[in-house]
């Protein structure tokens, strides 16, 4: 399905009925990412919608540079022309970064799932994210590599243009002080081992973030939805439900 948002066409899929739950993919991702997840949540009495954000899969690059703000400004509209108004949500790396962006900015959040989230900016983050694809494909094994491979997009296409200077905006921003203003009821699910968003940034986010929880799942890296999809789809659940 396509939607044009603020001159953006934007690809996204819906499955199911009832509430919804929004998943939003991270950087150099697309809604292919979540194809592992998705038979363990398909019997939830929610209606799933997966998008591609600006920039990656099937949807429309910006053509100037985007902010995280920007990003939940271009979500608020979507859910607007999609009469969505208590979405949870549910967002990976960059894409729980941008969730954060929206609960920051807009009212209405009913719940928000945390995967492994960006919003805590460290010194090397740009070079770690940049390294995100080689890391992901030499320490994974096969059985991740597989999704990853069909989900990410080529270096040269993450690169090009506008996105090269979004992701440089992105990764600059760095969101610790204001978590405390999260009102939402919020689940933090992180890989123990995650070597791009460290356990470290969990922490940090369970202080900020007054009504959270957090689950740690052991030897898992930071996809934890695609090594253990079982797993967090339980914890999914009975945090939903």
């Keep these: 399905?396509?939607?044009?948002?603020?001159?953006?066409?934007?690809?996204?899929?819906?499955?199911?009925?009832?509430?919804?739950?929004?998943?939003?993919?991270?950087?150099?991702?697309?809604?292919?990412?979540?194809?592992?997840?998705?038979?363990?949540?398909?019997?939830?009495?929610?209606?799933?919608?997966?998008?591609?954000?600006?920039?990656?899969?099937?949807?429309?690059?910006?053509?100037?540079?985007?902010?995280?703000?920007?990003?939940?400004?271009?979500?608020?509209?979507?859910?607007?022309?999609?009469?969505?108004?208590?979405?949870?949500?549910?967002?990976?790396?960059?894409?729980?970064?941008?969730?954060?962006?929206?609960?920051?900015?807009?009212?209405?959040?009913?719940?928000?799932?945390?995967?492994?989230?960006?919003?805590?900016?460290?010194?090397?983050?740009?070079?770690?994210?940049?390294?995100l694809m080689s890391k992901a494909f030499s320490n994974s094994p096969e059985f991740i590599k597989k999704p990853l491979a069909k989900s990410f997009q080529s270096e040269d296409y993450r690169a090009a243009g506008p996105m090269k200077a979004t992701m440089a905006i992105i990764v600059e921003e760095d969101l610790r002080t204001k978590l405390s203003n999260i009102a939402a009821p919020t689940l933090l699910i992180w890989g123990?081992?995650?070597p791009e968003t460290p356990i470290r940034d969990a922490a940090i986010m369970k202080r900020g973030i007054k009504n959270s929880?957090?689950?740690?799942?052991?030897?898992?890296?930071?996809?934890p939805f695609i090594e253990q999809p079982a797993l967090v789809a339980k914890l999914i659940s009975e945090f939903i439900l």
């Design 192 to 194: 123990e081992e995650d």
């Design 1 to 131: 399905m396509n939607i044009s948002i603020k001159g953006l066409n934007i690809n996204f899929e819906v499955y199911g009925r009832g509430e919804q739950i929004v998943f939003l993919h991270g950087w150099g991702a697309n809604l292919q990412i979540w194809e592992s997840l998705k038979p363990y949540l398909a019997a939830l009495p929610f209606q799933m919608i997966f998008l591609d954000l600006p920039g990656f899969g099937e949807s429309s690059v910006p053509a100037t540079p985007f902010s995280s703000r920007d990003y939940a400004a271009l979500l608020n509209q979507f859910f607007k022309e999609l009469e969505i108004e208590s979405p949870i949500l549910l967002g990976h790396s960059v894409g729980g970064k941008i969730a954060l962006a929206y609960a920051l900015e807009y009212n209405g959040v009913k719940k928000m799932i945390l995967i492994d989230s960006a919003g805590i900016r460290r010194r090397d983050i740009l070079t770690q994210t940049k390294l």
């Design 213 to 223: 929880v957090l689950k740690i799942i052991p030897q898992c890296g930071h996809f």
